[in-house]
């Protein structure tokens, strides 16, 4: 699994084309045979995925910051800005702070995002055994990771080296 960060904003599937060609050449490094271009499709009621079944990705986006999640697994990431909460609001999450608020949110989110089942479902609970993985990538955000266990790699990446730069999600 390889990891992409970014600090800005950028058009979303530039940026995961640019991360895709990135993880293409270290897995062709290493004996893939993986094609540097890839298209990305979008169904209705459906979480994205690649044009092809054996490459996973997760994209989360939050106060100017990026994550993007490439596996050969389903992966779901999530990345947020540790900020202010109602908790009285999100009373199915026990949170001590905002800090803990926001880990249990990223790993919520995040498996949402793995199980493909999406928002509908954020009060159902989260299976025991569920393999999460936290990064601080960026201080002040946390981070995480839903996806079987498997080695990390992770990139900042500079967004002035993706086409699409201008744009926003």
């Not at 986006?61 to 992966?75: K, Q, R």
């Not at 702070?97 to 790993?107: A, G, I, L, N, Y």
């Amino acid at each position: 699994m390889i990891l992409f960060f970014a600090d800005g904003e950028c058009d979303s599937d530039a940026f995961i084309r640019h991360c895709y060609a990135h993880f293409a050449d270290i897995l062709n490094a290493a004996g893939a045979h993986l094609p540097r271009e890839i298209g990305i499709v979008r169904e209705e009621g459906k979480k994205p995925r690649f044009d092809r079944e054996d490459v996973h990705f997760s994209l989360s986006h939050s106060h100017g910051v990026i994550m993007l999640g490439i596996a050969l697994t389903e992966i779901g990431v999530d990345i947020e800005k540790i900020r202010p909460v109602n908790f009285e609001k999100f009373d199915f999450i026990k949170a001590e702070d905002e800090r803990d608020f926001f880990r249990k949110w990223t790993e919520r989110e995040s498996w949402l995002k793995y199980t493909g089942a999406g928002l509908k479902e954020l009060r159902r609970p989260i299976p025991e055994g569920t393999h999460f993985e936290h990064f601080e990538a960026f201080e002040g955000y946390d981070a995480c990771v839903c996806a079987e266990p498997q080695n990390v790699r992770a990139f900042l990446i500079d967004l002035d080296g993706v086409e699409g730069r201008e744009g926003r999600k």
